[in-house]
């Protein structure tokens, strides 16, 4: 079996690198040539970073964010608001979101939003367990954050009535987001002014 | 200490794979949620892929291109013909050459190019090796193939100094149009070269 490169160990090594979204052969073979010029400490480091993360981070059984525990640094966070759920699309939002520092209360991480284009339905998304988290914690306010996009409108219409009949206030964030657009690609003095001024879903 | 992305081990990661050339740390991120979203077995792989190529690739003690083997699979390879070696830049020119199957001879990687500015002298190449090489196998041929660049031009002329005085032809890659472009997107410089070194039709 002839390799590619004249090394099984650089065919394998491309091959993996260029499963990464983004990644094409041309890209993985400069990586991987990268990696080969570099220090072998600088690999090992890379690699078992990978590995680690992959094995030691799970879900948070509360908000479903990723986790090192059981439950997330912020749902054990004391100091957080736990009156008030941030509902988010995915783990990358909840980054964003804490990085404008506008939000003080706790998430629930959906994993996706329904779209029925792509076969995804309200079970296959956190919204029963958002549901019973309102109905066991005492929570006043549910920021409905999810991207101004016929998706997360669809998603926080469905939200908005299933938590219609519980004593909650639901908000959405204010529409400074430009229509259309992903949420993780706003600025974050646009996403902050959108948390401040999010107003009553209706 | 407070993490970035609440998980020290996500921050490892998207740290390490921020040190990959043209990857910032949004793209380390994105990769490394992608990574937390398939199967666990994915990230091993490509975690032991590239620490086990880092550590199973050596250099080829006599052509210097990468190696699993102190001697190179081309090298190795009796079927090619050691009367020609081409000296390329780095590994990378090896591979885009082997590419083109156009050369079946042997190859000599200098390890860089001659270039003052970056401090990069002749004594940091391999061309001693390969004067050494030329002095000690049947070589016949030296192809140079380094780019047509001001480095390129000042290594290949040093090249052909160091080698002057030994019973070798010293050829160049021919310079002249690219395949399958239109003339008039040639630049000059180009233009003009393929004009002088032009060639019997056949």
């Keep these: 079996m002839e390799s590619s490169f ?31 010029r570099r220090d ?11 590995i680690e993360m992959r094995e030691g981070i799970t879900y948070c ?10 439950v997330c640094p ?8 736990r009156k008030i759920v941030c509902v988010v699309e995915n783990v990358k939002d909840v980054i964003t979101i804490e990085a ?10 959906l994993g996706g939003l329904i779209s029925p284009l792509d076969g995804i339905g309200p079970s296959e998304l956190e919204i029963e367990s958002l549901v019973e988290r309102v109905k066991e914690e005492e929570i006043e306010e549910v920021i409905l954050a999810l991207s ?11 939200i908005f009535r299933k938590l219609s009949s519980l004593p909650v206030n639901v908000t959405v964030l ?11 690609y706003a600025d974050e003095l646009t996403l902050g002014k959108s948390i401040q001024n999010r107003i009553p879903f209706s």
């Design 6 to 36: 004249n090394s099984r160990l650089l065919d394998r090594a491309v091959g993996e690198l260029s499963k990464l979204p983004g990644v094409g052969k041309k890209t993985a073979l400069r990586l991987a040539l990268h990696l080969l």
């Design 40 to 50: 072998s400490g600088e690999a090992r480091s890379l690699g078992e970073a990978i």
């Design 61 to 70: 059984e509360k908000c479903h964010n990723i986790s090192e525990e059981p």
């Design 74 to 81: 912020i749902c054990s966070d004391f100091h957080r608001d």
């Design 100 to 109: 404008t520092h506008a939000h003080r209360g706790l998430y629930h991480v």
């Design 148 to 158: 101004p996009t016929i998706e997360g409108d669809t998603t926080n219409f469905y």
């Design 174 to 184: 204010a529409r400074g987001l430009s229509v259309g657009n992903e949420l993780e």
